[in-house]
């Protein structure tokens, strides 16, 4: 079985493509098929193939939140990245496709004066993972801007999500459940100035930067925080002294302790480890259960 399985399709097919130059954390062995189709008409159908051929089928965005297997993903990898269209209609509606880059979608629509996503500038990832993910920084989540979602159902119909009529909350979405596919978000959005958007998204990059964000392919905070502990997870983490500790190349960032980096050759393998290492101590000095944001493909 080789790429010409999907033929006829406007994407490009690429075969024993390495996961890990498609994700934010730099690790991933090859996927049997990585197609990358050029509008939705042409991932519904790379879907279907898939399907009818019994391949096993991952929707990938900016790979900001994933770990690929070191040995690689045995089906079809359908990524999202050309469909990143955005536009803004007169009433203030923002339309980003599901592969936009979510910080692009913030830029675009401060430059045009419009807030209410300027939190997700320098945020990894895609809009279809950010809605997916329910992305939350700066005490906004993805779903506070969401209007609509445009998705395909488990059927192959496409459907629209109301984001008011419930669904959404910290770090969750109907999508993790639903089996549904984000094929674009519709984001209300206000009146504002370009130039203090311009100045508040500046501020949220040096905070990002500051606490190594970037200094290292990573897949940003591991752990989602739970009130109920009474402190962030990464507090908790670095109360407990594992700021540094390193399995292999896997390594818990310096910078903030709910961040594990790929400090070098990291592999998979190496960050299961780690991650297991952490809920470990956490559930025996405390009795507290972390709860991992990173999906583990």
Request: hydrophobic share 40%.
């Amino acid at each position: 079985m080789d790429k010409g399985l999907f033929k006829g399709i406007d994407a490009d097919v690429l075969t024993q493509e390495r996961m890990a130059l498609h994700t934010t954390f730099k690790i991933g062995g090859p996927a049997r098929f990585f197609v990358v189709p050029k509008d939705i008409e042409s991932l519904i159908k790379a879907r279907e193939i898939a399907i009818q051929a019994g391949l096993k089928c991952f929707i990938l965005g900016g790979g900001a939140n994933v770990l690929f297997p070191d040995e690689g993903y045995d089906g079809a990898v359908i990524s999202t990245e050309g469909l990143n269209q955005i536009f803004l209609e007169t009433n203030g509606l923002l339309h980003a496709g599901c592969g936009a880059a979510i910080s692009d979608v913030a830029l675009f629509a401060s430059k045009a004066g419009r807030a209410g996503l300027q939190f997700f500038y320098s945020m990894p990832g895609s809009t279809g993972g950010a809605i997916y993910m329910n992305a939350r920084c700066y005490n906004a989540s993805i779903s506070d801007a969401l209007k609509v979602a445009v998705y395909l159902d488990r059927d192959g119909n496409i459907c629209t999500l109301d984001a008011a009529s419930g669904g959404f909350d910290y770090k969750k979405s109907p999508f993790q459940t639903n089996g549904g596919i984000i094929l674009e978000g519709i984001f209300a959005t206000t009146g504002g100035s370009a130039e203090d958007l311009s100045r508040e998204m500046e501020s949220y990059e040096k905070d990002r930067r500051e606490k190594g964000h970037f200094a290292y392919p990573c897949a940003g905070s591991v752990f989602k925080n739970n009130r109920s502990f009474g402190l962030p997870s990464g507090k908790i983490i670095d109360n407990l002294g594992l700021r540094g500790y390193t399995v292999g190349g896997a390594k818990i960032s310096e910078h903030h302790a709910n961040i594990i980096v790929n400090s070098g050759n990291a592999t998979a393998k190496d960050v299961k480890e780690l991650v297991s290492l952490v809920e470990d101590k956490v559930r025996e000095a405390t009795g507290f259960q972390l709860e991992r944001e990173i999906i583990y493909v």
